[in-house]
């Protein structure tokens, strides 16, 4: 599986927390329902196929599949909180993290 997966929105985050019945999400409208029901039953050559063109949405059922901790981060994703530190006070950056844990940690402690 690749490890290179796209960032997953906060929304997108949500939808599928609450299509797994986990707390922090809500629903999505009836076409996006429709979808992760077909995602959640696709093979993974079909998973693949739909990654084509619903890649947060993928990378979010993967997560919530397969991640032992993908419960936890998709909640922080979708409730604005730095999936590192669990602060919400931002600023955030594409990843998830918040701007001090998504810069490079400096070997020698100065930035
Ligand atoms: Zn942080």
Do not use: W
């Not at 906060?10 to 809500?26: Q, S």
């Not at 919400?88 to 998504?102: H, I, L």
């Amino acid at each position: 599986m690749s490890t290179s997966s796209p960032t997953i929105p906060p929304d997108v985050a949500a939808h599928v927390l609450f299509h797994y019945g986990r707390e922090g999400g809500y629903q999505a409208g009836s076409f996006t329902t429709a979808l992760l029901s077909a995602m959640g039953t696709a093979d993974p050559s079909n998973l693949d196929r739909l990654a084509a063109g619903f890649p947060e949405y993928v990378a979010a059922i993967t997560a919530i599949q397969y991640d032992p901790a993908g419960v936890e981060r998709l909640q922080d994703i979708a409730a604005g909180r730095c999936t590192r530190c669990k602060q919400n006070d931002g600023p955030f950056v594409a990843s998830g993290r918040c701007e001090a844990c998504a810069r490079p940690m400096p070997l020698d402690g100065v930035a």
